[in-house]
């Protein structure tokens, strides 16, 4: 049951350019959201979350988009740069309703590659 | 190093061999998190614990797999009687207790890849 999905498994964009990476979410309990950027052979790196009771939170380059009727998050990445390439990882917990907040759902990634 | 420490990085098993995954916390976090990563997939929760207990273990497999976090020393996952459906990054995430300082993000080591052969 995949609660959280990244329907686009890549995308390639140009330096300096917008990248946008989606996520949609299927369970109404999810009242936090969270996007994680991973390296190869590395561990997720935390990097913007969102709380469902807004509907942006901006961070430098970063800005998390949050539709909660539609379920429906996305990532803004501007300017992009040659470092943002890696694997990006959305999740979702229901931070507010239970102790088991930490019991993220992630979806299945998107590969970013910022081309010079 | 002040992060969450995973060890080893890398582990070799034999089908029907035993893998023992460590993770140290970072400072102050008391709460622990495991989650597998297969090849081409996003990670998936397997367990959630605190010093001495279990929390919420729906995630594991219901044989082979158990998992602890001692009132001393790290967290283990251990895999018995390993197959290659294991083969699998194994990643361990702390965060400190609900409130305070808690931003809800998890903070994740880099990583134990176990290979099955």
């Known amino acids: 049951d995949q609660q959280v999905k990244q329907n686009s498994p890549s995308l390639s964009v140009q330096e300096g350019r917008i990248s946008i990476l989606n996520c949609d979410y299927t369970?109404?309990?999810?009242?936090?959201f969270l996007w994680y950027k991973k390296y190869p052979a590395e561990g997720p790196t935390f990097l913007i979350s969102?709380?469902?009771?807004?509907d942006k939170n901006e961070d430098g380059r970063f800005t998390v988009f949050l539709n909660k009727s539609a379920k429906h998050l996305s990532l803004h990445i501007v300017p992009s740069q040659p470092g943002d390439s890696a694997v990006y990882f959305c999740?979702?917990?229901?931070?507010?309703?239970?102790?088991?907040?930490?019991?993220?759902?992630f979806g299945a990634g998107t590969q970013v590659v910022v081309t010079p | 190093n002040a992060g969450v420490m995973q060890n080893p990085r890398h582990l070799v098993r034999r089908r029907g061999q035993e893998a023992r995954l460590r993770c140290s916390p970072m400072?102050?976090?008391?709460?622990v998190y495991w989650y597998r990563q297969l090849p081409e997939e996003g990670l998936k929760f397997m367990v959630y614990?605190?010093?001495?207990?279990?929390?919420?273990e729906s995630g594991m497999p219901k044989e082979r797999f158990s998992a602890e976090f001692p009132k001393e020393g790290p967290s283990i996952l251990r895999i018995q009687q390993v197959v290659r459906g294991d083969s699998a990054a194994y990643f361990c995430?702390?965060?400190?207790?609900?409130?305070?300082?808690?931003?809800?993000?998890?903070?994740f080591g880099e990583g134990s890849r176990l290979t099955v052969l």
């Open positions: 995430a702390s965060s400190p207790p609900r409130g305070g300082t808690n931003t809800g993000e998890l903070f």
């Open positions: 369970n109404s309990m999810f009242d936090y």
């Open positions: 969102i709380s469902s009771i807004k």
């Open positions: 999740a979702a917990s229901p931070f507010g309703a239970t102790d088991s907040w930490g019991k993220l759902q």
């Open positions: 400072k102050g976090h008391s709460h």
């Open positions: 614990l605190q010093k001495e207990n279990i929390i919420d």
